[in-house]
């Protein structure tokens, strides 16, 4: 399948997921890459993946980043015994916009180019909702449709979305909960005819593109701090949910960046860490946290690593997934004292160390972090190697999590945009829990070749 049609369908026609034919290696330009800037790093790395002419991916990647408020895109500096990437500059303050403000310009032109359009349906429970919203407001070819539970998404998160006025944005509030919206959005994917009918697609995190257009800031911030310190190799750590941002790590180490470790962070939700720790991948229950964006138990983009560490062999990975959907666990098969990865290595940050953190660096080093970021921090401290910087990603401005930052530090954290949507004027439709309803919205407002 081509990069163009791998995009637009998402998933792979047997619901599996969509991987690279090859990993290109690169190891021989790095010193060539590590002057270059953000947006020629993003070039040079997506046209080795990329079937589009080169001066169109170029106004395509310098347009994805306009947006961003920081020269340097995502910026990689020390704090303490840390580096930290921050990687919250693109409209919504989190990190999900490297990927989806490309995402929806690289749909944008294809959309464009094929004189189609396309209906975007998802459900939210708050932050991917919104970088997809801000995505693709004021796009032509595209209508943008996203479903969140009534009075259940932090106010704040409600109207990152709510507040975007353009007139192919519909924000739907479903009088459910989030896994109402979703059972409805899954219900009306899997009806072909109407999926068709009304040219439905989703911009879910297991989107190749998404992960793609992550792993540039591995190298641009790799590149940087090993610059910086004179070191050879570094280390990322990574607070995760869907493993869609330590995968993009992943497939940085795979093309050739000197990568020592990754180091995977999770909440109390550990599925990840746990598998990491002893090679079995069970479902626990999901326990709200601090930092809601990783409160997952089924990691979507777990399966593509899988693949890689059973030697790309798609039947033992069939296998193992089998296993898993009947019995919530697979285990994989470990030789006698072997180790899940030796590039991997995996903790969990609890309630209390996450305040712990946010409070130590804001009084020790004056620098604010969020929620998310905090648990990637605390799981890194535990890693610290003299001959390998530690890049720890922030994944969020503390000011979308201002309660945990006021209840770890006593001050509030701030942001002129979110600040701005105290009394902005919001627009969105108050929808019953019912399928047929959210169908006969999309059959109103959906736009049509
Ligand atoms: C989505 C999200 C994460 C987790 O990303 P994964 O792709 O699941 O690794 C972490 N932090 C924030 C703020 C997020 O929005």
New binding site residues.
């Given amino acids: 399948m081509g990069f163009q049609d791998a995009v637009l369908t998402g998933l792979a026609p047997d619901g599996g997921l969509l991987i690279p034919d090859r990993i290109p290696q690169v190891a021989d330009r790095l010193d060539a890459w590590a002057g270059m800037s953000y947006q020629d790093i993003t070039f040079e790395l997506l046209k080795l993946f990329v079937d589009i002419p080169g001066d169109d991916l170029r106004k395509l990647v310098e347009r994805s980043y306009i947006t961003f408020r920081h020269p340097e895109i995502a910026p990689a500096y020390p704090h303490g015994p840390v580096h930290i990437l921050e990687l919250f500059y693109g409209p919504t303050l989190?990190?999900?916009d490297i990927a989806l403000q490309f995402l929806s310009n690289f749909f944008e032109y294809t959309l464009a180019r094929k004189e189609r359009h396309l209906n975007v349906l998802g459900a939210t429970s708050g932050?991917?909702g919104s970088a997809a919203i801000h995505g693709v407001r004021g796009r032509e070819h595209i209508n943008i449709f996203i479903m969140h539970p009534h009075n259940r998404v932090a106010p704040l998160q409600e109207k990152q979305m709510t507040a975007v006025l353009d007139s192919n944005v519909f924000n739907m509030a479903v009088e459910g909960t989030f896994d109402d919206c979703q059972h409805i959005m899954k219900s009306i994917f899997s009806d072909v005819d109407f999926k068709t009918r009304y040219s439905l697609g989703a911009v879910n995190?297991v989107n190749w593109a998404r992960v793609l257009v992550q792993i540039v800031y591995y190298f641009s911030s790799g590149l940087y701090v090993m610059g910086q310190t004179g070191s050879k190799t570094v280390q990322f750590a990574?607070?995760?949910?869907?493993?869609?941002?330590?995968l993009a790590g992943y497939y940085a180490y795979r093309m050739g960046l000197p990568i020592s470790r990754l180091i995977l962070a999770t909440n109390e939700n550990d599925i990840l860490a746990r598998f990491f720790n002893t090679g079995e991948y069970s479902l626990g229950r999901v326990v709200p946290t601090l930092?809601p964006?990783?409160d997952?138990q089924v990691?979507s983009?777990f399966e593509r690593y899988l693949f890689y560490r059973l030697g790309e062999d798609p039947e033992a990975l069939m296998a193992l997934m089998r296993q898993f959907a009947e019995t919530g666990a697979l285990r994989l098969p470990l030789e006698n004292g072997e180790i899940v990865d030796p590039l991997f290595a995996a903790g969990t940050g609890s309630r209390q160390d996450t305040l712990e953190i946010i409070g130590r660096y804001h009084r020790d080093y004056a620098y604010t972090m969020?929620p998310?970021t905090a648990v990637g921090v605390h799981v890194a401290e535990q890693h610290l190697d003299d001959a390998s910087p530690t890049i720890c990603l922030a994944?969020?401005h503390p000011a979308k999590f201002s309660e945990a930052i006021k209840e770890a530090t006593g001050q509030e954290a701030h942001h002129e945009i979110l600040d701005g949507l105290a009394h902005a004027p919001t627009r969105c439709e108050v929808l019953p829990n019912d399928e047929a309803a959210v169908r006969e919205f999309l059959r109103q407002h959906a736009i049509c070749s």
Avoid at 238 to 244: E, Q, R, S
């Fill in positions: 989190a990190f999900k932050d991917t995190s990574v607070p995760t949910g869907n493993f869609g941002d330590v930092s964006s990783m997952i990691a983009n969020d998310h994944t969020a």
